[in-house]
């Protein structure tokens, strides 16, 4: 299976609270989830470099969101998952 980078417990929490929000910065995501910011910049990079997660600035701060168009692949593992 060609998506087996996929299947991680922190890149899965990652995107399941993407999917409940338009965008959430890098601050959100890591008191959300518990996760050192280097744990989290490495699975943001994952996500982003597979073109699932985009990117963006707003002075300072980061930002991240589904891609677009990856919304209903994002669904379908979840659910798989789930």
Do not use: Q
């Not at 890098?26 to 910049?41: A, E, N, P, V, Y």
Request: proline letters at 1%.
């Amino acid at each position: 299976m060609k998506n087996l980078w996929l299947f991680n417990e922190k890149r899965l929490a990652i995107l399941r609270e993407l999917l409940g929000c338009e965008a959430a910065g890098g601050c959100d995501l890591r008191d959300c989830l518990k996760i050192k910011k280097t744990l989290l910049s490495y699975h943001l990079a994952v996500l982003r470099d597979r073109g699932i997660v985009e990117e963006s600035k707003r002075g300072r701060d980061k930002y991240y969101r589904i891609a677009r168009g990856k919304t209903p692949f994002v669904r379908k593992v979840i659910a798989v998952i789930e």
